[in-house]
């Protein structure tokens, strides 16, 4: 018997090793996992940073390279050449970056289903047939073809793959090991596959669909009257007023009505299967400049904060750069070398989203079943065929055909079902992610930019995703532009469907560079944007019917207009500003509307409250969390009877700004009525309806009445890690203000990525902070060692040094690559 059970011992024991090292399925082997040797037991890391000196000998650098580490973990790379610079850049940020680099290009690339198996199928799929792999391969191309572009990437690459080269399955990141899977050799499109990936998340909104649903349903009259093309209260990114010093390009003339409406009303509901999804309002960003006029140090004064995901590993990896051609210092793109935004000695820019109008979807008539040819200009035009293989972990390979017209692909055929809901079936999408572009050129010229002169030349070369560059210069000059690569349309092409057969539907070219929206050293003396619309009306070009809801603009613009004598610290509060005022604006609207005679309990201590409440979205408050998600409801109220199709005819919601002005001057309009109900409704019945309704769903949520209402409370922003789910590498419950509309623009999952000011003067001075830190090990004391910085809304000094040997009390080690 003692025989037998050591035997079944040993059997079992076995059985679980074997077990535990092998994959089941697209879940990964648990055992290497689990090693003492190779498992997650081996990512910890010392809990505090020793001061130190050490050299490592790598292949592909011509002269040794001098990184020096600050106390929060930025290298600072001193190189003798540029080359040797970049090779530094990519072997440090793989060092400290690489499975974010990889997972995120992967991601872009449709290849996740390499790693994580069946569940991503759909994801990828949607990610190839946008075209993101086709765009990718046109921008390495060009990326190539360039010298100086070339010997950039190829440098960075050979960086990172050098790092890879090294690396032991014991040192992998943890997410290798939880995945079970390993990295990969670098290579140049996966740079262009990142900034694919910024396109796809800052310029893939589109309207189209749901406007086509509203002009079919309900006609030209009240498209024109509840989705205007421009806003009853703006104060646009270039200021009122300012004179264009070009002879603009004759506009592409306007297709004639009836043959455009005819096309989009016959189309059928099946067509619209996929429904459309608007762009998060929450991603934007803010950047300014002040003039040398408003300074307290007599120099322009730039401040940024781009507004994105707020995500762990950080989105943005902090560096210096020191060769002979340049001395720069700021963000970078974990996987794209170079400083997307920062300074240098002479010259500091920053950059938020255009949000311009850059992908559009054309009806598409096909010969027949075979897709193999399709209507355009009285002609049958073939298409060409792009076959697309997935290896989906643990299953076999799975193969995928995309049809390309000269528009683009036909993203889903009539009758698939879409992932994302803004892309209707049936169409092929003219996207400006399509086409082929340098952007690495742009920084690259930003990064050793001198003056005004050489951020104009910079930003020539610059295409997607249209972003507005804030500039100044030790020169005083400062100058904003919103910047990009912007097709030539007639007005509101692309507001709804396209004709795909029709010719004069196409794109007919780009606006001139040059004449993209600029002005330099206002009267004024101050620059700004706050992705609010980039002109008056009286741009000669079109570039989108709608952008941001402009209260962040019209705020950050008050504030600067009354600022004198700003420091470094002036910017910083600007960017930390609470005031909400789209309650401003709409609370003497809104509180006499209300029937407040009917209100109990909690509904009537609300009502109260928010009377009484500051207008600041702060943490305590409970103000904001009312007006939040009572605006919330008032817009379902008025608009979800006329305006929600459900899946067969999705349609949209008119502009808060749109239905404020309604309230103020149309009380007896008729969409006030709530036609699923036999009674007519009135005004106050809606406005106080919606009050009550916001109540109720905070006290489910919270209880009654009592401080677990305030707006931290309930706002509740978490930076999670990227991969869904892992709670325990990421920082939930962070408690802050602000909100989607405020200029401290942080809400549940959204918020400023980077904040940055930077004083410009004989010897530049930055400051900056983002939600997480530089290593992306969670084992790591500096993984997310910056949060509570940033929820305080500090800022930290960025080591700024001249020299490799500049003694500075926050250098902490030193390593050099030999």
């Given at each position: ?5 050591a035997?079944?011992?040993?059997l ?7 077990a535990l ?16 040797f190779?498992?997650f037991?081996?990512?910890a ?17 011509t002269?040794?390279v001098?990184?020096?580490?600050d ?9 003798q050449n540029?080359a ?19 997972f995120?290009?992967?991601a872009?690339?449709g ?8 569940r991503a199928?759909?994801l ?6 946008m075209?993101m792999g086709f765009?990718?391969e ?8 360039d ?5 950039v990437?190829?440098a960075?690459?050979a960086?990172?793959n050098?790092?890879i ?10 997410e ?16 262009a ?8 998340t800052?310029?893939?909104?589109a309207d189209?669909?749901r406007?086509?649903?509203i002009?079919?349903?309900y006609?030209p009259?009240?498209?024109a009257?509840?989705?205007?093309d ?22 592409p003339a ?5 043959a455009?409406?005819r ?5 059928t509901?099946?067509?619209f ?5 608007q ?5 934007g ?7 040398a ?11 940024n904060?781009?507004h ?7 989105i943005w990896?902090?560096?210096q750069?020191v ?12 996987g ?7 300074f240098?000695?002479?010259?500091a ?10 992908l ?9 079943t075979?897709q ?12 060409t ?6 290896k ?12 390309y017209?000269?528009h ?10 879409a ?26 010229l ?7 002169d050489?951020y ?10 249209a ?6 210069s ?7 532009s ?6 030539l ?8 469907i396209?004709?795909g057969?029709?010719p004069?539907h ?8 040059d ?81 407040a005679?009917s ?8 009502y109260?409250?928010v009377s009484?409440w ?7 408050e ?7 998600l009572?605006?919330?409801k008032?817009l ?5 009877d006329e305006l929600?199709g ?5 349609m949209?919601?008119?502009s808060?700004d ?5 309230l103020?001057?149309?009380p007896?309009a008729r ?12 005004i ?14 905070l006290?489910?949520?919270h209880g009654p009445?009592?401080p677990?209402?305030?707006?931290a ?16 590498f990421?920082a939930?419950d962070?408690?802050?203000?602000g ?7 942080t ?12 004083a410009l003067g ?13 290593s ?6 500096a993984?997310q060692n910056l949060i509570?910085?940033?929820r ?6 960025l080591?700024?040094l ?14 050099t690559?030999?």
């Amino acid at each position: 018997m003692r025989v037998f059970r050591a035997i079944l011992t040993c059997l079992l024991a076995v059985g679980l090793v074997w077990a535990l090292n092998r994959p089941w399925g697209p879940a990964p082997a648990f055992g290497p996992f689990l090693s003492p040797f190779t498992g997650f037991w081996q990512n910890a890391e010392p809990a505090s940073v020793a001061e130190s000196e050490r050299e490592v000998d790598v292949e592909g650098t011509t002269q040794p390279v001098t990184v020096r580490y600050d106390e929060y973990g930025v290298p600072h790379i001193f190189a003798q050449n540029d080359a040797d610079a970049y090779f530094a850049q990519g072997f440090v940020t793989a060092r400290d970056r690489l499975w974010q680099m990889e997972f995120q290009t992967h991601a872009a690339a449709g290849r996740l289903t390499e790693i994580v198996g069946e569940r991503a199928l759909e994801l990828d799929r949607f990610n190839r047939r946008m075209g993101m792999g086709f765009g990718a391969e046109r921008a390495v191309k060009m990326m190539l073809e360039d010298p100086t572009s070339r010997a950039v990437v190829e440098a960075y690459t050979a960086g990172i793959n050098v790092y890879i080269a090294g690396l032991k399955p014991a040192n992998y990141p943890i997410e290798y090991k939880m995945l079970g899977y390993a990295p990969e050799p670098w290579t140049p499109i996966k740079c262009a596959y990142l900034l694919k990936l910024m396109t796809s998340t800052l310029a893939m909104g589109a309207d189209d669909l749901r406007m086509t649903n509203i002009l079919r349903k309900y006609g030209p009259d009240v498209v024109a009257d509840l989705f205007p093309d421009y806003p009853t209260l703006e104060s646009p990114i270039i200021p009122e007023g300012t004179k264009w010093d070009f002879k603009p390009l004759p506009v592409p003339a306007t297709p004639t009505d009836a043959a455009m409406q005819r096309q989009l009303l016959t189309l059928t509901a099946r067509s619209f299967e996929a429904g459309l999804v608007q762009n998060n309002p929450a991603i934007g960003s803010n950047n300014w400049a002040v003039g040398a006029q408003k300074s307290a140090t007599g120099y322009p004064i730039l401040a940024n904060d781009p507004h994105l995901t707020l995500s762990l590993p950080s989105i943005w990896y902090q560096v210096q750069l020191v060769t002979p051609t340049m001395n720069v210092c700021g963000v970078s793109l974990p996987g794209s070398p170079g400083v997307i935004i920062g300074f240098n000695q002479k010259v500091a820019w920053g950059v938020t989203n255009v949000g311009a109008d850059v992908l559009d979807f054309y009806t598409i008539k096909f010969k027949d079943t075979t897709q193999s040819a399709y209507w355009h200009d009285n002609q049958w035009k073939p298409t060409t065929m792009r076959i697309e293989r997935y290896k989906v972990k643990g299953k076999p390979d799975v193969l995928d055909t995309v049809r390309y017209t000269h528009h683009g692909p036909v993203v889903y055929a009539t009758g698939e079902k879409a992932l994302r809901p803004n892309i209707p079936t049936g169409h092929a999408a003219r996207w400006i992610a399509h086409e082929a572009a340098n952007d690495l050129r742009c920084f690259y010229l930003l990064n050793r930019a001198n003056n005004y002169d050489d951020y104009r030349k910079a930003l020539t070369y610059y295409a997607a995703p249209a972003q507005n560059f804030v500039f100044a210069s030790v020169d005083k000059d400062i100058a904003i532009s919103p910047n990009g690569k912007y097709p030539l349309k007639w007005k509101n092409q692309g507001k709804f469907i396209l004709d795909g057969s029709n010719p004069a539907h196409d794109w007919q070219g780009w606006i001139p560079t040059d004449q993209n929206p600029l002005v330099k050293n206002p009267p004024r003396n101050f620059v700004s944007s706050a992705n609010q619309f980039s002109t008056d009306r009286t741009y000669p070009y079109y570039l989108n019917w709608q952008f941001a809801s402009a209260e962040r603009g019209r705020r950050i613009n008050e504030r600067l207009t009354a600022m004198t004598n700003a420091t470094a610290d002036s910017l910083r509060m600007l960017q930390n500003d609470n005031l909400n005022l789209r309650a401003t604006d709409a609370l003497p609207t809104l509180l006499p509307l209300v029937q407040a005679q009917s209100l109990q309990g909690d509904a009537r201590l609300a009502y109260d409250a928010v009377s009484k409440w500051s207008r600041r979205n702060d943490p305590d408050e409970i103000g904001p969390s009312v007006f939040t998600l009572w605006t919330e409801k008032l817009l379902e109220t008025i608009w979800k009877d006329e305006l929600d199709g459900g899946d067969t005819l999705p349609m949209r919601y008119p502009s808060f700004d749109r239905t404020l002005l309604m309230l103020q001057r149309e009380p007896t309009a008729r969409w006030f009525d709530n036609t699923a109900t036999p009674a007519r409704e009135t005004i106050n019945d809606v406005v106080t309806a919606s009050f009550k309704a916001a109540c109720d769903s905070l006290t489910r949520a919270h209880g009654p009445l009592s401080p677990a209402w305030a707006w931290a409370k309930h706002k509740s922003t978490d930076v999670r890690h990227l991969l869904p789910g892992v709670d325990a590498f990421s920082a939930m419950d962070v408690l802050n203000g602000g909100g989607g509309t405020v200029v401290n623009a942080t809400t549940a999952r959204t918020g400023p990525s980077w904040r940055m000011v930077v004083a410009l003067g004989p010897k530049p001075q930055g400051y900056g902070v983002y939600p997480g830190g530089q290593s992306g090990n969670p084992g790591s004391p500096a993984y997310q060692n910056l949060i509570e910085t940033w929820r305080e809304g500090k800022l930290n000094e960025l080591v700024y040094l001249q020299t490799a040997t500049e003694q500075h009390p926050k250098v902490k080690q030193t390593l050099t690559l030999k």
